[in-house]
């Protein structure tokens, strides 16, 4: 079992940056915990963004925000984040962080395959 809680959304200007954070509390080592985070607008469903491994040595992208998004995780600290920069109005949603202890490589990007959910930080962006 892991509690999860999302900061840092809020409303930018594009082209502009912000940081999201996910504060984890667990009974269990936070590295034992595989992280990722989703958005979803109204009436649609959840979208990946981004995931970590367990120790930060490897990082996955949707093709929507490579290159502009970064998601790093400090063990330490139990926190995963999600540089977002050059956010563009699409990028507006609710992002939620998730955690998993175990992955298929083929369900990455699935959010029915993730145990365990933040309640999500609201982004939005001004064109």
């Known amino acids: 079992q892991v509690q999860l809680v999302e900061s840092g959304g809020g409303l930018v200007q594009a082209g502009g940056s912000l940081t999201l954070s996910c504060a984890a509390a667990?009974?269990?080592?936070?590295?034992?915990?595989?992280m990722s985070w989703f958005r979803q607008t109204p009436g649609n469903e959840r979208e990946f963004v981004a995931a970590?491994?367990?120790?930060?040595?490897?990082?996955y992208y949707a093709d929507s925000v490579e290159g502009r998004f970064t998601i790093s995780r400090d063990n330490a600290r139990s926190t995963v984040l999600l540089q977002m920069d050059s956010l563009k109005p699409e990028d507006a949603a609710v992002y939620f962080c998730?955690?998993?202890?175990?992955?298929?490589?083929?369900?990455?990007?699935?959010?029915?395959?993730?145990?365990?959910w933040g309640h999500g930080t609201q982004v939005t962006v001004s064109s």
């Open positions: 667990s009974e269990h080592t936070f590295s034992n915990y595989f």
């Open positions: 970590i491994k367990w120790h930060g040595d490897t990082t």
């Open positions: 998730a955690a998993r202890i175990t992955i298929r490589p083929a369900t990455i990007r699935v959010a029915a395959e993730y145990a365990y």
